[in-house]
């Protein structure tokens, strides 16, 4: 039984969980690589609830989507060429960025969408469950499994890139704020933000929404600022996830 279930964000709908657990057990392993942690495969599970968004072919959410990249690519234009790689890695966050925005809106308007999006989650937790690490928009998913399952016996949720405190999505919180503060996530007893230098999803810290319960820590993942490997990789990461499975 998994100790650590991982949940992707945005752009996984083409892939699947065998797949993404074989590109993020790695970074996943160096992370604790810093800590002289290391774990077995079956300890580790992905959550995986990408193909819920899996492109319909001329479909209005679909059309939403290709002119948010027409919007991202404008912009890659307009950015100066003296810096090749900084400018793709600005545009590629503020297409992530966008993309996070646009499956919010899907997710919000689709009936029924968020329970099964949610009873994915609910079939990799076990008993043995220690640790939650979410990626993006899989933290909006996280938070809303861990406060309707205040039973489990989960030790810590690590979010990364989180955008939880956006205001543009934190009011769609489930279940929804208490006087403009989000409830803690269950019955957790860490909740450890990373967030790296540059990422927009992650720029409002969660303390101000959620307490100062919440432990920050700052990164720096480089051009590929919100991209789940250099997250998993990160010291910081890993910190939060061994001291979890001690």
């Keep these: 039984m998994a100790r650590v279930v991982l949940i992707h964000g945005a752009f996984n709908e083409l892939w699947g969980p065998n797949a993404l657990k074989a590109r993020w057990l790695p970074a996943l392993r160096d992370g604790l690589w810093h800590h002289s942690v290391e774990i077995d495969d079956t300890d580790v599970e992905v959550c995986f609830w990408g193909d819920l968004f899996r492109p319909q072919p001329n479909s209005e959410s679909e059309l939403q989507i290709q002119r948010s990249h027409l ?3 404008d912009s890659l ?3 100066p060429g003296h810096n090749v790689i900084a400018a793709l890695g600005l545009a590629a966050n503020e297409a992530a960025h966008e993309r996070t925005i ?3 809106r899907i997710i919000v308007t689709t009936p029924d969408l968020r329970a099964r999006m949610r009873a994915r989650v609910e079939a990799v937790i076990t008993d043995n469950t220690r640790v939650i690490v979410a990626h993006s928009i899989g933290t909006l998913l996280a938070y809303a499994a861990l406060c309707n399952n205040p039973h489990w ?5 690590v ?3 989180c955008p939880l405190a956006i205001p543009s999505i934190f009011q769609f919180l ?3 704020p208490i006087n403009d503060m989000g409830r803690w996530p269950g019955s957790i007893e860490r909740w450890v933000n990373i967030r790296a230098i540059g990422d927009k999803a992650a720029e409002v810290t969660l303390q101000e929404k959620f307490g100062p319960r919440v432990e920050e820590r700052f990164i720096d993942n480089g051009h590929r ?3 789940p490997e250099p997250y998993l990789n990160a010291a910081a990461t890993g910190a939060a996830i061994a001291a979890a499975l001690v």
Excluded: Y
Excluded at 153 to 157: D, G, K
């Design 225 to 227: 600022a919100h991209d």
């Design 102 to 104: 646009e499956m919010l």
């Design 174 to 176: 489930e279940p929804p």
């Design 77 to 79: 234009r307009s950015l």
């Design 153 to 157: 016996r989960v030790h810590t949720l």
């Design 71 to 73: 919007g991202a690519a």
């Design 159 to 161: 979010t990364l890139g």
